[in-house]
């Protein structure tokens, strides 16, 4: 049985799972989606009142909570939708261009 | 045990003996009757299956594919529009390689509306990546469904497989079938054990995953080799299904073909109306056979180049318009496997039967009659013929 890290770009199709089936949990933490990200989104700590609203509403798994405190972005998968940005209601989410973290 | 049912009657018959896990389906004419008499036996307490009603076939299809996922033996039926429906799912259900095993009553898809037979609504769905049998009379169709699972649950094939027969015409007409012990069946086609499924607690598993061009490609090879090994499955179990039953099957049926100088090519029902214009025709000493194409996926390219290599003149007779204008589906792929041959027959096209037009016994001796003027002259005429509509117009078949 192939896991999930043992399969590359270089894996013949003998050795891939049927269909691409993948046999474990949790494989998005071996690819680094963010990437992709066109638009990046500056944390205003200084603003932010952790009411928590921005957490669900991010598609992905970029803004990390850590004793009832949103932290910081982690932008492995963040795509840069702005999503964050437009629900936060005391701007404590800034859009800035391009893919590089302000 | 011999009992009188329609073909339609036989494959929910076959379900039943089976009591596969989950069917998903919606009624649909001239299927209607598989998942009509299969929910009695579900209301009658016969089965332990859970039958799960939907909203449309791509809710069907979808049950299908979660409930084979999750591990359980998932069965359904269809036909025409309501495959058509399917056929995002189609590809998903072959794709994840689930064994799926679906009864498709041959349908017209529309337009203009008709519910009548031809092979339009499956030969859609040939390049799904299904495997697919199709039945000539009712026997065949309960015999086929009974072999489907061994066929796709088979670690080496793992494919979903589509049992076709025609509609109405097999699927309501009643024939005295030979059935097997239900013992019998369940014995055949065993239980359903894959190694991998979403209800392993042990063992997490995702299915479906996004597939980036670079492994697209190995997995649509892995599918594809998948349909090459179902070619020798489906042999080693037609031979087991002969033990129990006696009754024999392979990927194509050769009717008097030994010493045939002139054949036709054909899928489903039509064979029987083919083989007693065969007979009527080899009483008077015209050496003419008849091919009948029981398994189309995986193609019996080698095996039809096989058995047509000593003929002279063959009209592969199509069900289904491809609108390809060069040819049906059955001719396009029967052509190319012969092409390999040192010695090739004339091949011609024959599109007949459409939205249920009738099919007689004189209709191919007609076919046999431009088979033998195009052996003794050499000249094949046209290629790629209808048969069977009316013209103002003096048409080869017409």
Redesign the interface.
């Known amino acids: 049985m192939i896991h999930a890290k043992d399969i590359n770009?270089k894996?013949?199709?003998q050795e891939?799972t049927?269909?691409?089936?993948?046999?474990?949990?949790g494989?998005a933490r071996l690819y680094n989606t963010g990437t992709w990200r066109t638009d990046t989104p500056f944390f205003k700590q200084e603003n932010c009142k952790h009411c928590m609203l921005c957490v669900p509403y991010c598609p992905d798994s970029a803004i990390p909570v850590q004793d009832g405190k949103r932290q910081d972005f982690v932008f492995m998968h963040c795509k840069g939708c702005g999503i964050c940005a437009e629900i936060c209601p005391f701007e404590a989410i800034e859009m800035t261009p391009g893919g590089a973290p302000k | 045990m011999m009992k009188f049912m329609s073909g339609n009657e036989a494959v929910a018959y076959a379900m039943k003996q089976i009591d596969p896990d989950v069917m998903g389906a919606f009624p649909i004419t001239p299927s209607t009757d598989i998942p009509e008499v299969f929910a009695g036996y579900v209301a009658n307490g016969e089965v332990n299956t859970e039958y799960v009603a939907v909203e449309s076939e791509h809710s069907s299809m979808s049950v299908c594919i979660a409930a084979q996922a999750a591990g359980a033996r998932a069965v359904s039926a269809t036909s025409s529009c309501g495959l058509a429906l399917m056929y995002e799912l189609l590809y998903v259900a072959a794709s994840s390689r689930l064994p799926i095993s679906m009864a498709c009553v041959n349908r017209a898809l529309t337009g203009p509306i008709n519910i009548n037979n031809d092979h339009s609504d499956s030969m859609g769905a040939r390049d799904s990546g299904w495997i697919q049998l199709y039945a000539e009379n009712n026997q065949e169709a309960y015999d086929n469904f009974i072999q489907a699972m061994p066929i796709g649950e088979s670690p080496a094939v793992r494919l979903p497989v589509m049992t076709c027969m025609d509609g109405f015409i097999t699927s309501h007409a009643m024939e005295n079938i030979e059935l097997l012990e239900t013992a019998a069946v369940k014995a055949f086609v065993g239980e359903y054990r894959p190694e991998h499924y979403l209800l392993k607690k042990d063992n997490p598993l995702a299915i479906g995953p996004y597939d980036i061009s670079a492994y697209y490609m190995e997995h649509k090879v892995q599918g594809a080799e998948a349909m090459k090994a179902a070619k020798a499955r489906i042999l080693e179990v037609a031979a087991e299904f002969e033990k129990v039953s006696g009754r024999k099957y392979g990927l194509i049926e050769e009717y008097r073909l030994e010493d045939a100088e002139t054949a036709v090519v054909l899928i489903g029902s039509s064979a029987g109306t083919g083989k007693a214009a065969v007979d009527r025709l080899r009483s008077q000493g015209v050496k003419a056979g008849l091919i009948k194409i029981r398994v189309f996926r995986p193609f019996p390219g080698e095996e039809l180049a096989r058995a047509l290599a000593k003929t002279q003149a063959v009209a592969v007779l199509d069900k289904s318009e491809g609108f390809s204008a060069n040819g049906g589906p059955v001719f396009a792929e029967t052509r190319s496997a012969l092409y390999d041959l040192k010695d090739r027959p004339a091949l011609v096209n024959i599109v007949y039967g459409l939205g249920g037009r009738d099919i007689r016994v004189e209709d191919f001796e007609r076919v046999f009659g431009r088979l033998a003027d195009i052996a003794a002259s050499g000249e094949t005429g046209p290629v790629y013929v209808h048969m069977g509509q009316r013209s103002q117009a003096q048409e080869v078949m017409a």
């Open positions: 770009e894996t013949p199709w891939l049927p269909g691409g089936e993948i046999y474990e949990a494989t």
